[in-house]
């Protein structure tokens, strides 16, 4: 098991760079099996996701190459059959794989699939979308056998806007005859990349990035390349960072327009940045006010970063509230930060508040998820004293690099192998 120990309360000055979106990484790589060449993917992360997902790509005959932040696939002679549960069951993003396999092969047979353990996360809206293309879909307990003698557009309507639903339909639809409209889509930056990567592979797809997609089925998909883009929630993450710490840190090859709402945030808190292109430089500030947020899909404020952002309202001065609309159990950090000192209760069960402000001091934490582990990561960098966090694999699997990343910036952070 992996730990992360942190001495706190270290200055951060220099510049930390965001790398590629592991939310759009982790659906690009599936998407690259409906290929009928090979294609490269630039910029992705070096993570534990993507090792999954080249496990699961290598497991069917694909070829893989990994350069750096390159990726070369080639995934034109593979063998279609079952990925074992052993390998699927690291990662929720595993669910491309059925929608990239019925979209190329009309058949695909994959276990329900893993992910942080935030709430239900069920795949309906992705069986249903698969069954409107015209799929029959056999659940063997946590198997699904998803077969269609003809794939067929559809008009597809999202009961709610998700985004791996929207992704996955897409990757089914794009060889399917006819064309697909999907309805109340997912508007993420995750899934105009996704879109965009296909579009270059020579799929039609319009409206991505908007609530209406619509997809004109092509019968082949050739070469082609892509680039993933910057992390949104990387970039918030450190962002809070250096809300907390920054001695005028930089965050560079951040796009501003996907972060519009923690941008606002901030600033309603008092946060002092500077924005020029890609790179925000911003400061630790006192007297920061209280704010109130809510999640919501994009635009509005993600959910992956109200953990993170909890940190930082424990520095307010006042009563802040998180309101949590997209999962039914995202705050199992608070236990942990309450633990070093803060002061957080539930007010009802899709609600926290958070008075401060609260000094926290270091203790031994456990991170129960990604976003929950950042929160913590960034409470052991303000913490008095030291603070180890057990089970940082959750964090390593969506963060690059982050104990070089922060070392590199002054922060006191290591990671140590516990047997
Ligand atoms: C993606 O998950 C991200 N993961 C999540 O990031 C992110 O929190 C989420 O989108 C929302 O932005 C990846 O992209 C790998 P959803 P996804 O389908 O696709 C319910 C992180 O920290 N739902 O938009 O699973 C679901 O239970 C992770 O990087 C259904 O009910 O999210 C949830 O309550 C965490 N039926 C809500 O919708 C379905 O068929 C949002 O899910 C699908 C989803």
Do not use: W
């Not at 074992?84 to 695909?108: D, H, N, Q, T, W």
């Not at 965009?196 to 799929?203: I, K, S």
């Not at 908007?210 to 962002?239: C, F, M, N, Q, W």
């Amino acid at each position: 098991m992996k730990q992360i120990v942190i001495e706190g309360g270290h200055p951060l000055k220099g510049t930390i760079t965001v790398s590629g979106a592991k939310n759009s990484a982790v659906a690009l790589v599936p998407a690259s099996l409906l290929c009928d060449e090979d294609v490269m993917i630039d910029n992705v992360p070096d993570i534990s996701d993507i090792d999954a997902l080249e496990e699961m790509l290598e497991y069917l005959g694909a070829k893989v190459k990994r350069m750096n932040s390159t990726i070369e696939i080639d995934a034109t002679e593979i063998q279609n059959r079952e990925i074992p549960e052993k390998i699927s069951k690291k990662l929720r993003a595993s669910y491309y794989f059925m929608g990239a396999l019925l979209g190329k092969y009309k058949v695909a047979t994959m276990y329900f699939p893993g992910g942080c353990p935030i709430g239900a996360r069920p795949i309906d809206l992705h069986l249903k979308g698969f069954e409107a293309l015209g799929a029959h879909i056999i659940e063997d307990g946590n198997k699904y056998t998803i077969k269609a003698e003809e794939l067929k557009g559809s008009n597809i309507y999202l009961d709610m806007p998700s985004v791996g639903a929207t992704i996955n339909i897409m990757l089914a639809a794009v060889k399917a005859t006819g064309t697909t409209t999907i309805e109340n889509a997912a508007c993420e930056p995750e899934i105009v990349n996704v879109a965009t990567f296909l579009n270059n592979m020579g799929a039609k797809i319009k409206g991505a990035g908007t609530s209406t997609i619509i997809i004109k089925g092509v019968e082949h998909l050739h070469h082609a390349y892509t680039e993933v883009i910057p992390d949104r929630i990387e970039a918030g993450t450190y962002l809070i960072a250096g809300a907390l710490l920054g001695d005028n840190l930089k965050i560079e090859n951040v796009i501003p327009e996907h972060i519009l709402s923690l941008l606002q945030k901030l600033k309603q808190m008092g946060v002092k940045m500077k924005l020029e292109g890609d790179t925000i430089t911003i400061r630790n500030s006192d007297c920061l006010k209280p704010v109130h947020i809510t999640t919501g899909v994009f635009p509005g404020f993600p959910t992956d970063l109200q953990q993170p952002l909890t940190t930082l309202l424990t520095c307010c001065n006042g009563k802040s509230t998180i309101t949590e609309t997209i999962y039914e159990n995202r705050f199992l950090n608070t236990k942990y930060l309450n633990q070093m000192g803060a002061n957080i209760h539930l007010k009802n069960p899709d609600c926290i508040e958070i008075t401060g402000p609260t000094s926290l001091s270091g203790t031994t934490v456990v991170a129960t998820d990604l976003r929950a582990g950042a929160c913590l990561i960034l409470a052991g960098l303000i913490a008095s004293g030291t603070t180890t966090i057990q089970k940082v694999e959750h964090v390593l699997r969506g963060y690059e690099n982050i104990i070089e990343k922060l070392s590199n910036v002054g922060a006191k952070i290591r990671l140590e192998e516990i047997k």
